[in-house]
């Protein structure tokens, strides 16, 4: 098996290559819908030539989902294959900054690496079973709208465990560092915000009829912070405030923006925790305050189903002849979590090496790009 898919994979690696050029040269910010759904498009067509049933799956205030199933007469739990369409760059980028491959072996271009070839990866590492005859069990691939944005303005962490549901195991292949670490654990947390509200009165009239919300503000900054414990991954970083209008004005409106960072859901409970104690309490009498966690994500910890995963997925590369990968966790978020967290055990990091995610100067080892997307099959194969 594993020889049919490094041969499939060889002998598609122009195809893979035009692939990647065309859904990166597809700009598609959040924001940017039709792009998105440009990218699902691109995507619906090579997953059906593969075999794949694709439907498409409203998501509110983003671009459609999509969910490609692949020998589900094959009955049994699915493995998913999962990634994100859209990028962080704003419209006009890719006419400054196009797909191309240089002389150093490195792709450039907007989502380059984050993570348009993460999709191709999926596609491809799909094809490749389909292709080599293999039909043990269904392989669904899920392609996510609004992951740059954490979903902030959609539905998309309610409906991505849903789509997964009863899943055996699932690839997240967003992309990996240039080491070839696989990502087994990720911080979970994200923005979120206290809104604190007072009462206005001018300061030099009438300043006892005032309620300031910044001062209430501060208390709760205050006691936030003091709430940090960094050495055992618990970060609650206060990091900006708007409020007031002015000198003369006892301020009626404070809001703390605060990035919140926890390495598992028994920390991030005790974030949460005294977020709403904060919140509810105040020192500033008659001031009033509302909270915020709408974009934050769940962390992806790692459990003992993540863990078996990456002890085949790592057995995997090794008996493909490349080096074992160290399993690694880092701080930033993913869907994985989504996924970890509805009891699915999920790699993450599973797509192109790369380096510059968000930035103009991304780029992705072009290698890679092959040689996951057959650790990939070879592992789906093997569970």
């Not at 699915?78 to 002389?103: I, K, L, Y």
């Not at 409906?159 to 997964?164: K, Q, Y």
């Not at 809104?195 to 001062?215: D, F, N």
């Amino acid at each position: 098996m594993q020889n049919l898919i490094h041969q499939y994979i060889s002998d598609h690696r122009q195809a893979m290559l035009d692939l990647w050029k065309e859904i990166v040269n597809t700009e598609s910010g959040t924001r940017q819908l039709d792009g998105v759904n440009a990218v699902g498009a691109i995507l619906t067509r090579e997953l059906e030539q593969a075999g794949a049933v694709v439907h498409r799956v409203p998501v509110k205030n983003a671009g459609e989902m999509i969910v490609g199933d692949w020998n589900r007469e094959a009955g049994g739990a699915p493995v998913v294959f999962m990634g994100h369409m859209d990028t962080v760059f704003s419209a006009g980028e890719v006419e400054r900054n196009p797909f191309r491959v240089d002389g150093d072996g490195f792709a450039h271009g907007p989502g380059v690496t984050d993570m348009k070839a993460g999709l191709v990866i999926g596609v491809y590492a799909l094809k490749a079973l389909a292709a080599s005859g293999w039909k043990k069990r269904p392989i669904r691939f899920i392609g996510v709208p609004d992951e740059e944005n954490l979903h902030m303005l959609s539905n998309a962490k309610e409906l991505i465990p849903r789509e997964a549901q009863g899943a055996l195991a699932a690839f997240n292949f967003e992309p990996g560092p240039l080491d070839d670490s696989l990502v087994i654990g990720r911080y979970g947390g994200g923005p979120v915000s206290i809104t604190v509200h007072g009462v206005a009165a001018h300061s030099g009239s009438a300043p006892e009829k005032g309620r300031s919300a910044i001062l209430e503000a501060a208390h709760k900054i205050l006691a936030l912070e003091a709430a940090n414990d960094i050495p055992r991954g618990k970060l609650i970083n206060c990091g900006a405030i708007e409020g007031g209008i002015g000198e003369n004005t006892v301020p009626a409106c404070c809001r703390i923006r605060i990035g919140i960072r926890y390495k598992n859901e028994a920390t991030g409970r005790e974030i949460y925790d005294l977020l709403d104690q904060v919140v509810a309490a105040h020192t500033v009498p008659d001031t009033r305050a509302e909270l915020d966690v709408s974009r934050v994500m769940h962390c992806m910890e790692t459990t003992d189903g993540v863990r078996k995963l990456y002890e085949h997925v790592a057995a995997t590369a090794e008996k493909l002849g490349y080096h074992r990968p160290e399993g690694i966790q880092v701080g930033g978020l993913s869907d994985a979590g989504l996924l970890v967290a509805a009891g699915i055990p999920t790699l993450c990091g599973m797509g192109v090496r790369g380096e510059g995610s968000h930035t103009p100067g991304e780029r992705a080892e072009v290698e890679s790009l092959f040689q996951r997307c057959e650790l990939a099959a070879c592992a789906a194969a093997e569970l």
